[in-house]
């Protein structure tokens, strides 16, 4: 068999069905570790056995009836060392009898949909259990619930594999030792707030190493981020805030081409060549949005979607609603008053009202510490600079820059605001 | 499972006097937090301590002996206040309880015990 194929599907059964296979057996042994050390050593098995013998007819099936041995494997070395493991054998011959016993044929069909589908939901909601750090969040969701290696997302978030090893492996020892449970919770909007907020930070690191020419990563994190974020729209169909948060990263992935030119230099939207945006992104983007809004649940992940659809569906710059997008940033405002809201919402107001409104209000925002936290405080600086620069004040503007400028950490951000202080010469 | 709960906060509030209607209405949820503790079988133990000026730390330091300091282990704006020694099934259920305590303002910890000699 060509390797190509076998890799191929390696990386399909891997990616797709690994977590599937793991929160099956999470919830039957009931430990997370066991099961995800064991589909581990499953799909090392099968990187070793698939290119000699070829691939399974059955792949998910395979891996599940590998994973379930190898975990035997584990517990039984286990058991003749520890206690609570050897009763968890005792437990497990029993279990293995009434659900797994098919022998070795090798190719058991994953059935009985809804259980998997409630598996996988309990897994994902532990992964992003707020007990854990946001780091482990990441780290646990990527390698658990979307079958990425512990390399794999090393090299994604660029940390050293042995940091993010042993990140993982302290998250699944508090996991263990704290009894955080494989449950569905009574305050399930919560803990699916957590998971989201998980899925759109992964989404982002993406979104942004992509620009980064001198970075060069193994795996694509918008790709996964997305196909993670497609996976619990499945599980949650009635959550309108999963759909709001898939079509805002559709909307934004439409745009991935040409937020960065040839040198890996921000373009600005209203810079941007609107004929290369991913038309079929963002015609997704629009059925899922509207999918979501029908059901009457509005959140600020909506609200936000809702704000890059304006963009996304405005054939030009000029063509771009700015006064229903300053509303929607108010709403959104209301929400969650972050800064980097309340800065986005006075640049809306300048472009719809004009700039004396939008510098207005940016100097209510600063007199009243409303952008206390801003970590990115150059922005405030550069959007002040951009809005006096249109009222016709340039050498205040021409100030407002060399602020950002000094205040702006990444290059390409630099690079931008050199660029802009030039024309100003 | 078992879980410690450390309850820290800012001790320097004025209570009121034990006998006057005012303690009694501070009293009343926690008496009734703590029956239900006791009638949902999660109670195992639980006091409210002395403010953090009668701790006394015992350093121990191997071979070379012990020291001893008054006050409390960690100075901080906030100081463990009391405790509860819970059963719960898990992690969740156990934060739970910790937020049932009815203290508007408090920093609480949740932490499984390993292990305790008089278990049953």
């Known amino acids: ?36 050390e064991s589909v581990q050593d499953a799909l090392v098995e099968a990187a070793r056995v698939w290119p000699v013998q070829g691939v399974p007819t059955n792949p998910p099936g395979w891996l599940l009836t590998v994973a379930k041995h190898k975990a035997i494997d584990r517990l039984r070395r286990a058991a003749s060392a520890h206690r609570r493991t050897m009763a968890a054998a005792r437990d497990l011959s029993v279990l293995q009898d009434a659900e ?15 259980p998997m589908a409630d598996d996988r939901l309990r897994l994902v909601l532990l992964c992003c259990h707020p007990a854990l750090d946001r780091d482990a969040q990441v780290a646990l969701t990527l390698r658990m619930v979307g079958g990425l290696t512990t390399p794999e997302i090393a090299s994604a978030f660029l940390v050293p594999e042995a940091t993010l090893a042993q990140r993982i492996v302290r998250a699944k020892r508090k996991i263990r030792d704290a009894g955080i449970p494989l449950s569905i919770p009574a305050d399930l909007d919560g803990r699916v707030d957590a998971v989201l907020s998980v899925l759109y930070l992964i989404f982002n690191e993406g979104y942004l190493t992509r620009s980064d020419r001198d970075v060069v990563v193994r795996v694509d994190l918008v790709d996964q981020a997305m196909r993670l974020l497609g996976a619990l729209a499945e599980l949650l169909p009635d959550h309108a805030e999963v759909d709001g948060l898939l079509a805002l990263e559709l909307f934004h992935s439409s745009r991935l081409a040409t937020r960065t030119d040839a040198m890996g230099d921000l373009v600005l939207l209203d810079q941007q060549d609107r004929t290369r945006w991913d038309l079929e992104a963002i015609g997704r983007a629009n059925a899922v949005l509207n999918r979501a809004m029908r059901r009457m649940q509005p959140g600020p992940y909506q609200l936000q979607a809702i704000i890059a659809g304006h963009h996304a569906n405005a054939r030009t710059a000029d063509d771009t609603d700015w006064s229903a997008i300053a509303g929607l940033y108010r709403q959104l405002a209301a929400v969650t008053p972050s800064p980097v809201v309340r800065l986005n919402h006075a640049v809306a107001v300048a472009m719809a009202d004009g700039p004396h409104a939008g510098l207005a209000m940016l100097d209510d925002l600063e007199s009243e510490g409303g952008l206390e936290g801003l970590d990115r405080y150059h922005l405030l600086h550069a959007t002040r600079a951009e809005l006096l620069l249109r009222a016709g004040r340039a050498d205040d503007a021409k100030r407002a820059f060399v602020l950002a400028r000094a205040t702006a950490l990444a290059p390409a951000e630099q690079r931008h605001l050199d660029r802009r202080l030039a024309t100003l010469d | 499972m078992e879980y410690m709960i450390l309850i820290n906060a800012d001790e320097n509030y004025e209570a009121p006097a034990p006998g006057t209607p005012e303690f009694e209405a501070m009293m009343a949820p926690w008496m009734a937090f703590n029956q239900r503790l006791i009638d949902d079988g999660h109670w195992i133990a639980g006091a409210n301590l002395q403010p953090t000026p009668t701790a006394t ?11 001893m300091t008054d006050g409390p282990y960690a100075e ?45």
Do not use: W
Request: glycine share 8%.
């Open chain 2, 57 to 67: 730390t015992v350093h121990k330091r191997g071979d070379a002996g012990h020291t």
């Open chain 2, 76 to 120: 901080s704006k906030e100081q463990m206040g009391g405790f509860y020694l819970v059963r719960a099934a898990d992690l969740d259920e156990a934060i739970e309880l910790a937020l049932a305590i009815p203290m508007p303002f408090a920093s609480i910890e949740v932490r499984p015990v390993a292990f305790r000699p008089d278990a049953s």
């Open chain 1, 100 to 114: 797994f016993d098919d022998g070795a044929r090798g190719d058991e069909m994953i059935d009985d949909e809804q």
């Open chain 1, 1 to 36: 068999m060509a390797d190509a194929t076998v890799q191929v599907a390696l990386t399909r059964v891997a990616r797709e069905e690994s977590g599937r296979v793991l929160a099956l057996l999470a919830r039957r042994f009931g430990d997370v570790d066991l099961a995800d």
